[in-house]
């Protein structure tokens, strides 16, 4: 009797394990790992071979991507979604494809590429998409591409998956640029009207509403078939991720699992005396070599309206930690439109120096104080980081990163900040010279401008 037990619970196992993909898709796409192929187009090329009909690429061209679509909890189906780039993605596509279960085959974060010829492109309500053809009332139209030939068109790299880096927006920014890539919004709760409601109604695909804290709008898309759709709508307010998809001039989300809602803070009318932006972010940093007493933090507000610093945070990470080594709370600070806020570790000195005080005046050994080997982090009041400069556990000393006895400042150019360093926005100078840094220590007062954004 027992050991009737045990094959009817083995057989059982062994079934519903092999029920999500079949062994024939398995034998189609194990070997997927290529070392070889190399992409000779970019997105923009492609789409622009779209003349208003869908369209059999015959050119041997090949696109790479980065897999930001997963359907391993039911709310993607036979679509796989991807963009050009981990991180600050600048355009992103969209491949129709007969295959169950495929985030085993392409997992979020890896590298694929994809071989184009043969493949059809097409554009419906505003959306491109790649795969195969169907035919309908005469009519030539993109479909499914079918499991048998999937090898054959796409690749995936044998690189190791990539952490894909949400691209941070507000509902403003929303545009088609970002279309078919993994977004990131903050401060968004779910309708007060559908509170209560499941994401889901059982089989239909179901629409829900996102508002942000300014009472913006933006759809988020569900299957009836998730793995999730019998779950209540979170309450309280949070950041979601999704891929943003188009269908003409509506945008919405599409969340890969119910865990991509972090709505952890109250609802938006208990907290809208706290604002976000990107347009608040560092824009020079001082060491100089002359006088440690003269160092300071820039911050810049891009915008043209002010802003309350209210939960607002600037944090140091000393040389190679991982873990804030110091923070300055920006509360009951308000930052002008397009103007400056300077922050200095020894007040008095400051204004021996440079003739005016500073807006903000910390101690030492605080963010305002780093010797130039140092990383620091704009942190909003929801947790989410606005602007960093320098590479969290990595020692400034020798990098592009290092500001030792001289200056940081942000290129007049960069109007956002950053949750990623990028060397190229700046210009920096030090006693070293290292990775196109320039070897020229400064000196106090003449060499830095605080309160000027320059």
Not at 64 to 76: I, P, Q
Not at 388 to 414: L, P
Request: hydrophobic letters at 35%.
């Amino acid at each position: 009797m027992i050991n009737a037990l045990y094959k009817f619970l083995f057989f059982t196992l062994t079934f519903f394990l092999g029920a999500c993909v079949t062994d024939r898709e398995y034998d189609l796409l194990k070997n997927q790992c290529n070392m070889n192929l190399v992409a000779n187009s970019t997105y923009a090329e492609v789409k622009m071979r779209f003349q208003g009909e869908t369209v059999q690429i015959l050119e041997d061209l090949i696109i790479e991507g980065y897999v930001t679509s997963s359907d391993k909890f039911g709310n993607f189906f036979n679509v796989l979604y991807f963009q050009n780039r981990p991180t600050n993605p600048t355009d992103g596509f969209q491949i129709e494809l007969e295959l169950r279960d495929s985030h085993l085959f392409y997992p979020v974060g890896s590298r694929i590429l994809i071989k184009l010829k043969g493949l059809y492109l097409g554009k419906s309500k505003g959306q491109f998409k790649l795969g195969g053809t169907f035919t309908s009332f005469g009519n030539v139209s993109v479909g499914r591409l079918p499991a048998a030939v999937l090898d054959q068109h796409i690749s995936v790299s044998c690189d190791e998956s990539t952490a894909i880096e949400p691209t941070l927006i507000t509902i403003e920014e929303v545009g088609k640029n970002l279309t078919n890539t993994l977004v990131r919004l903050a401060r968004m709760e779910i309708s007060e009207e559908e509170l209560g409601q499941t994401y889901a109604v059982q089989g239909e695909e179901t629409q829900r509403t996102l508002v942000d804290c300014e009472d913006r709008e933006i759809t988020l898309l569900n299957s009836g078939f998730s793995d999730f759709q019998e779950e209540l709508l979170p309450n309280g307010s949070g950041a979601v991720v999704g891929v943003l998809i188009q269908e003409d001039d509506n945008f919405s989300l599409v969340v890969r699992s119910a865990k991509d809602l972090q709505f952890t803070n109250e609802r938006c009318e208990d907290v809208i005396d706290e604002f976000t932006s990107r347009q608040i972010f560092i824009s020079e940093l001082a060491d100089p070599d002359n006088n440690v007493g003269a160092r300071f933090v820039e911050l810049y507000n891009s915008a043209s309206m002010p802003l309350s610093l209210k939960g607002w945070r600037l944090n140091r990470f000393t040389n190679e930690k991982t873990e804030v080594s110091s923070t300055i709370d920006l509360s009951g600070l308000n930052i002008a439109g397009l103007s400056t806020l300077v922050i200095s570790p020894n007040g008095d000195e400051f204004e021996n120096v440079y003739g005016f005080s500073p807006d903000l005046s910390v101690g030492t050994n605080s963010p305002a104080d780093s010797n130039g080997d140092d990383n620091l982090e704009l942190v909003d009041p929801f947790g989410e980081t606005i602007d960093i400069f320098g590479i969290i556990g990595e020692d400034g000393t020798a990098t592009n990163h290092e500001f030792e006895d001289g200056r940081a400042v942000r290129k007049t150019s960069v109007t956002e900040g950053s949750a990623n360093y990028n060397f190229e926005e700046w210009t920096i100078y030090n006693d070293s010279g290292n990775l196109g840094t320039i070897d020229q220590p400064q000196n106090a007062p003449h060499d830095f401008s605080p309160g000027v954004r320059d």
